[in-house]
T-cell receptor
Framework: EAGVTQFPSHSVIEKGQTVTLRCDPISGHDNLYWYRRVMGKEIKFLLHFVKESKQDESGMPNNRFLAERTGGTYSTLKVQPAELEDSGVYFC??????????????FGDGTRLSIL | AQRVTQPEKLLSVFKGAPVELKCNYSYSGSPELFWYVQYSRQRLQLLLRHISRESIKGFTADLNKGETSFHLKKPFAQEEDSAMYYCALRDAGGTSYGKLTFGQGTILTVHP
């Protein structure tokens, strides 16, 4: 079984530019989560999809961040325009099950985003 | 609000010594606790969840609701245990739909 896949593994962009991160969950996993670890801080929840619907986006930092999951398969996280404080590692995780989300979450390798 | 605290950023032990990674949490609801591990150049992976009550790679963790703790223990550390360890909490009965709250992580180094 292929694991959670994230693209790119590393992205370096200048402040003000746009970046799009992609996550391919494990096939058949309805739940998809985005997390972020900013340097020196803990991994923090950003949002949760159940299939194509946003179930919880309480962790999204501001409206410069836009997440989508068209068709309930892969998801994208776009940052526009990027700011210096957006630098960090962005993790995607997926799990089986429906709304309860009580299955273990499987993580991708993460995308390291560096804003110059 | 839920919070997870791992008081030690770094922990060093010698091979064969016992190791305990501390985790304390604050949450008023019904928590489910996990330990995740990230080995060098590998992805974050689940090590233990408290509801399973199992031992993985010699590690155990017991949920102590009185002390709001979920410390990770291993009686005899091995060099291959060197990694970053994260304690995480999930609301088992509420409406958070599975999102995890993580501690800051503890880097464990096991010396030969």
């Amino acid at each position: 079984e292929a694991g959670v896949t994230q693209f790119p593994s590393h992205s370096v962009i200048e402040k003000g530019q746009t970046v799009t991160l992609r996550c391919d969950p494990i096939s058949g996993h309805d739940n998809l989560y985005w997390y972020r670890r900013v340097m020196g801080k803990e991994i923090k929840f950003l949002l949760h999809f159940v299939k194509e619907s946003k179930q919880d986006e309480s962790g999204m930092p501001n409206n410069r961040f836009l997440a989508e999951r068209t068709g309930g398969t892969y998801s994208t996280l776009k940052v526009q325009p990027a700011e210096l404080e957006d630098s960090g590692v962005y993790f995607c995780a997926s799990s089986q099950g429906g709304l309860a989300g009580n299955q273990p979450q499987h993580f991708g390798d993460g995308t390291r985003l560096s804003i110059l | 609000a839920q919070r997870v605290t791992q008081p030690e950023k770094l922990l060093s032990v010698f091979k064969g010594a016992p190791v305990e990674l501390k985790c304390n949490y604050s949450y008023s609801g019904s928590p489910e606790l996990f330990w995740y591990v990230q080995y060098s150049r590998q992805r974050l992976q689940l090590l233990l969840r408290h509801i399973s009550r199992e031992s993985i790679k010699g590690f155990t963790a017991d949920l102590n609701k009185g002390e709001t703790s979920f410390h990770l223990k291993k009686p005899f550390a091995q060099e291959e245990d060197s990694a970053m360890y994260y304690c995480a909490l999930r609301d088992a009965g509420g409406t958070s739909y599975g999102k995890l709250t993580f501690g800051q992580g503890t880097i464990l180094t096991v010396h030969p």
